[in-house]
């Protein structure tokens, strides 16, 4: 059973950096992507940013520049450092890992951006 556990966000100040982690465990074959999206209260989940197994990187303009997605292939990880952090980033943020011609998703973790 494949499974994404996500760890780091928490509240940070306006202009500040967090970093998220989510790593993928169990019988995991053939890796095409794995990224990052956010759901703000009352919003739809949207797409941040992917990366692709040969490392090209793909985000969404309102992060491009800011956020940097990042992978260690070694041990089915991905990274989402993201820097100078504004209110509006603040979101439930989920990985998604597509492999094998399937969805994984990670438990959700919370960023809230405040002063």
């Known amino acids: 059973q494949v499974q994404l556990v996500q760890s780091g966000g928490g509240l940070v100040q306006p202009g500040g950096s967090l970093r998220l982690s989510c790593a993928a465990s169990?019988?995991?074959?053939?890796?095409?992507?794995m990224g990052w999206y956010r759901q703000a209260p009352g919003k739809q989940r949207e797409w941040i940013a992917t990366?692709?197994?040969?490392?090209?990187?793909t985000y969404t303009d309102s992060v491009q520049g800011r956020f940097t997605i990042s992978r260690d292939n070694a041990k089915n990880t991905v990274y989402l450092q993201m820097n100078s952090l504004k209110p509006e980033d603040t979101a439930v943020y989920y990985c998604?890992?597509?492999?094998?011609?399937?969805?994984?998703w990670g438990q959700g973790t919370q960023v809230t951006v405040s002063s």
């Open positions: 998604r890992m597509v492999a094998a011609g399937r969805d994984y």
């Open positions: 169990g019988s995991i074959f053939s890796i095409y992507s």
């Open positions: 990366i692709f197994t040969g490392g090209t990187t």
